[in-house]
C-alpha cells in the first residue's frame, strides 16, 4: 500500500521559513519524479516545485528564490525549504509521487501552511 505523508506545516509570520517533508512507503522512492502543490480555499490546485528523479528542478515563477526542493533517496523523503513566507503563501501543500516508467501517480493528505502576522 503506498503513503505519502507530508509534514512540517503550521502558522508562520511573514518572512518566517517552514521546511515541509514528504515520506513515501509503497513505492520505489528512487524512479519516482517527486512534486509539491498546493492550493489555497476557492483556488485550484497549482504546481510549487518538482524534483525529477535525476535531481533537475522546476519551480512556479511565484516561488523562484524562495523556495527548494531537494530529495533523499535513501530516507524515502522530499522536502521543500520555504523562505521568507507571504500571506500569499497560504495554502494546503501536497506532495505527489509519478512513476518514471509508468507514469502511475499518488497524492499525499495535504498539511496546512498558513502565513500571517
Known amino acids: 500500500q503506498v503513503h505519502l505523508v507530508e509534514s512540517g506545516g503550521g502558522l508562520v509570520q511573514p518572512g518566517g521559513s517552514l521546511r515541509l517533508s514528504c515520506a513515501a512507503s509503497?513505492?520505489?522512492?528512487?524512479?519516482?519524479?517527486m512534486a509539491w502543490f498546493r492550493q489555497a480555499p476557492g483556488k485550484q490546485r497549482d504546481l510549487v516545485a518538482d524534483?525529477?528523479?535525476?535531481?533537475?528542478?522546476t519551480y512556479a515563477d511565484s516561488v523562484k528564490g524562495r523556495f527548494t526542493v531537494s530529495r533523499d533517496n535513501a530516507k524515502n523523503t522530499v522536502y521543500l525549504q520555504m523562505n521568507s513566507l507571504e500571506p500569499e503563501d497560504t495554502a494546503v501543500y501536497y506532495c505527489?509521487?509519478?512513476?518514471?516508467?509508468?507514469?502511475?501517480?499518488?497524492w499525499g493528505q495535504g498539511t496546512q501552511v498558513t502565513v500571517s502576522s
Open positions: 524534483i525529477t528523479t535525476g535531481g533537475s528542478t
Open positions: 505527489r509521487s509519478k512513476s518514471a516508467f509508468n507514469r502511475l501517480t499518488y
Open positions: 509503497g513505492i520505489r522512492f528512487s524512479i519516482n519524479n
